[in-house]
């Protein structure tokens, strides 16, 4: 018998937390959906999803630029850290602070070491947009949505 859809959000919500993708904190976010907002968390997770998706594409065109605009630079990676940490995406916001910390480094070595990290934030946010997909396909499963 297959497990009830109550059980494998549960599931893969604990999976998401026991693998890093999610910090615990998420727990919190979820007690705040209520029944007259039984889309909170999806419609959050949704605006991080574009909006990160966004954000990465912007920071790929300031790295790609001749000149390094180490101000815009931070200012991005900021941004991304707060969105990341706002739905507890926490391989992402980690990403992004290793990467605000090679900023001060990077005027001075060069920018191997970003575009590296940057490429494996990328790639932490590509599995957290994949599993939170799944998420709300079972939240709305259970909503009726």
Known sequence: MAASPVNQLNAHISKMIA???LDESFMVLRRLQDAEDPD???????NFLNDSDRMFG??????????????ALFEKLHELKGCSAGVCARQVKL???????????SRRTGMSKWVSTLAKGRAAFD????EFQTMIQLERQINGF
Not at 40 to 46: D, W, Y
Request: proline share 3%.
């Open 19 to 21: 693998t890093g993708l």
């Open 40 to 46: 909170f968390i999806a419609g959050l997770v949704t």
């Open 58 to 71: 912007e920071l790929t065109q300031l790295l790609e630029r001749p000149f390094m605009d180490f101000k």
């Open 95 to 105: 990403a992004c602070i290793q990467l605000e910390q090679f900023i001060g480094v």
């Open 127 to 130: 599995e957290v947009c994949s």
